[in-house]
């Protein structure tokens, strides 16, 4: 299965289709600094969405006509089909998107943790924030994820492309976002570089 042939959605397309439901999502990854930040910085090779698992089996019905599949083991590259009535509990996180079985990839659905009305991190249960702070909502209507919680989640690799969106939206974060992303590394990567980068004078 080719895993890098990928033709994207628009952003535009992914609200079309995902506002069909009655469930919370979120852009993610590399397309949701760009949005914090109102312009591009940098290309990206995919595009991922952020859902919560409790909700999947209601992406399930707006995707029923769709190609999913799952990646299992998660991070190893390996996928396979998203069997009906299957509900994907941890660890599994990653469900990639494409319209049938020939056509290439159009977007990943990422899945995340919730309790009530509070979202917790699948990767550490003690990083928290109220579901209505988990993103922000562009003027156009497309939601993405906060920038500090994206930054969270790049945290753990600490890549070139995620030192490239760190520098690019860090005059952005206000100080309520910079305590709550100094307070998750805290706990998960406490002498992560970013750390004290986040102490420095912001606009």
């Given at each position: 299965?080719?895993?890098?042939?990928?033709?994207?959605?628009?952003?535009?397309?992914?609200?079309?289709?995902?506002?069909?439901?009655?469930?919370?999502?979120?852009?993610?990854?590399?397309?949701?600094?760009?949005?914090?930040?109102?312009?591009?910085?940098?290309?990206?090779?995919?595009?991922?969405?952020?859902?919560?698992?409790?909700?999947?089996?209601?992406?399930?019905?707006?995707?029923?006509?769709?190609?999913?599949?799952?990646?299992?083991?998660?991070?190893?590259?390996?996928?396979?089909?998203?069997?009906?009535?299957?509900?994907?509990?941890?660890?599994?996180?990653?469900?990639?998107?494409?319209?049938?079985?020939?056509?290439?990839?159009?977007?990943?659905?990422?899945?995340?943790?919730?309790?009530?009305?509070?979202?917790?991190?699948?990767?550490?249960?003690?990083?928290?924030?109220?579901?209505?702070?988990?993103?922000?909502?562009?003027?156009?209507?497309?939601?993405?994820?906060?920038?500090?919680?994206?930054?969270?989640?790049?945290?753990?690799?600490?890549?070139?492309?995620?030192?490239?969106?760190?520098?690019?939206?860090?005059?952005?974060?206000?100080?309520?976002?910079r305590a709550w992303l100094r307070g998750a590394l805290d706990l998960?990567?406490?002498?992560?570089?970013?750390?004290?980068?986040?102490?420095?004078?912001?606009?």
């Amino acid at each position: 299965m080719n895993v890098r042939r990928w033709k994207k959605l628009s952003l535009s397309e992914v609200a079309k289709l995902l506002g069909k439901g009655d469930f919370p999502w979120w852009v993610a990854g590399g397309y949701a600094i760009e949005l914090a930040v109102g312009q591009e910085v940098r290309s990206h090779g995919d595009l991922d969405i952020l859902i919560l698992r409790r909700d999947q089996n209601l992406v399930r019905e707006i995707l029923s006509g769709w190609d999913l599949h799952v990646a299992d083991p998660p991070g190893t590259g390996e996928l396979r089909p998203w069997s009906r009535g299957e509900f994907l509990g941890l660890p599994l996180n990653g469900l990639w998107c494409r319209r049938s079985p020939s056509a290439p990839w159009s977007f990943e659905l990422m899945l995340d943790e919730a309790e009530g009305d509070v979202w917790f991190s699948r990767r550490d249960s003690r990083v928290r924030c109220p579901i209505d702070r988990v993103g922000c909502v562009t003027s156009d209507g497309i939601p993405y994820l906060a920038p500090e919680v994206q930054l969270f989640y790049k945290a753990k690799a600490h890549r070139e492309k995620d030192e490239i969106d760190f520098n690019a939206v860090l005059p952005f974060l206000d100080g309520q976002q910079r305590a709550w992303l100094r307070g998750a590394l805290d706990l998960s990567y406490p002498v992560h570089p970013w750390r004290d980068r986040l102490e420095e004078r912001h606009a």
